[in-house]
Antibody, heavy 122, light 110 residues
Framework: QVQLQESGPGLVKPSETLSLTCTVS?????????WGWIRQPPGKGLEWIGN???????YYNPSLKSRVTISVDTSKNHFSLKLSSVTAADTAVYYC???????????????WGKGTTVTVSS | QSVLTQPPSVSAAPGQKVTISCSGI????????VSWYQQLPGTAPKLLIY???KRPSGIPDRFSGSKSGTSATLGITGLQTGDEADYYC???????????FGGGTKLTVL
């Protein structure tokens, strides 16, 4: 059974960099699929951040692209998110997920982590 | 303001049927496949429907999806109190080059 678990600081200061890791168990990242990050501000809807393939190929939300880096470490079977220059608007629950995108026109998340709350505050 | 438009809320009685709409344009729903997610209170989203109308293993056939033109619909029959949740549609937007979601619909089972 595939499971994903987010980890990282729950509190980040404004202007600093948010760093999270998603550890995958029950499935080897090298075996395929994309892996993604999605966030949900308090009381609001879902926002896609970006996806990464085990080869390192990435797709980012254009609205966040200048501040986002997603990387993968296949030896540790995890992938990571870095979001720089954070503000209060980046306060959200951050989810990692396995992404199935067999075609350009198909993209959905079939396995989700439980999410981790990140608050941006001094 | 979400790229995909969903009604903020819907409600129905136990045992009844409800539909949730998701409206978009040609660059998203019109030319790409739609997925639906269920988010129970305090939990992570869960995939309900993918490729417009397919159900992952373990999702009961009370849940169904359809798409016509630039709109998609999630249907739930035999409503149960355990179905009370927020429901989100999602799809790729070819013009924005981003995965987009609807604003979510809160289902209340009266």
């Amino acid at each position: 059974q595939v499971q994903l678990q987010e980890s990282g600081p729950g509190l980040v200061k404004p202007s600093e960099t948010l760093s999270l890791t998603c550890t995958v168990s029950g499935y080897s990242i090298r075996s395929g699929y994309y892996w993604g990050w999605i966030r949900q501000p308090p009381g609001k809807g879902l926002e896609w951040i970006g996806n990464i393939y085990h080869s390192g190929n990435t797709y980012y939300n254009p609205s966040l692209k200048s501040r986002v880096t997603i990387s993968v470490d296949t030896s540790k079977n995890h992938f990571s998110l870095k979001l720089s220059s954070v503000t209060a608007a980046d306060t959200a629950v951050y989810y990692c997920a396995r992404v199935d995108t067999p075609l350009v026109s198909i993209c959905y998340m079939d396995v989700w982590g439980k999410g981790t709350t990140v608050t941006v505050s001094s | 303001q979400s790229v995909l438009t969903q009604p903020p809320s819907v409600s129905a009685a136990p045992g009844q049927k409800v539909t949730i709409s998701c409206s978009g344009i040609s660059s998203n729903i019109g030319n790409n496949f739609v997925s639906w997610y269920q988010q129970l209170p305090g939990t992570a989203p869960k995939l309900l429907i993918y490729d417009n109308n397919k159900r992952p293993s373990g999702i009961p056939d009370r849940f169904s999806g359809s798409k016509s033109g630039t709109s998609a619909t999630l249907g739930i029959t035999g409503l149960q109190t355990g179905d009370e949740a927020d429901y989100y549609c999602g799809t790729w937007d070819s013009s924005l080059s981003t995965l987009v979601f609807g604003g979510g619909t809160k289902l209340t089972v009266l």
